[in-house]
Nanobody, 120 residues
Framework: QVQLVESGGGLVQAGGSLRLSCAAS????????MGWYRQAPGNLRELVAL???????NYADSVKGRFTISRDNAKNTVYLQMNSLKPEDTAVYYC??????????????WGQGTLVTVSS
């Protein structure tokens, strides 16, 4: 069993900042790529940012220059620093991780989601 627990969502005014955290726990050997996705009402879930175990990051064009993804491998935790937030960033944000639970078994794990609301 692997659990991803997110925290840090909430209500913020446009132009403000929030920091999301996601900690993986359970039967973990190691964690490969970790990432953040989001889903706004009526929309499909979309990729926000990914980070490899080596620290290489990729971002959706819509968040480049405003969001920063980082991770602490010792804690199996990934973070998303969100600055200059816009109303269109309003969504439920989900953490995702490619977790090695054995050799060669991996698990595509998801968190329960945390709501980010940006008011105009």
């Amino acid at each position: 069993q692997v659990q991803l627990v997110e925290s840090g969502g909430g209500l913020v005014q446009a132009g403000g900042s929030l920091r999301l955290s996601c900690a993986a726990s359970g039967n973990i050997v190691s964690v490969n790529t970790m990432g953040w996705y989001r889903q706004a009402p009526g929309n499909l879930r979309e990729l926000v940012a990914l980070i490899t175990s080596g620290g290489s990051a990729n971002y959706a064009d819509s968040v480049k220059g405003r969001f920063t993804i980082s991770r602490d491998n010792a804690k199996n935790t990934v973070y998303l620093q969100m600055n200059s937030l816009k109303p269109e960033d309003t969504a439920v944000y989900y953490c995702n991780a490619d977790v090695v639970v054995g050799t060669p078994n991996t698990l595509d794990a998801w968190g329960q989601g945390t709501l980010v609301t940006v008011s105009s």
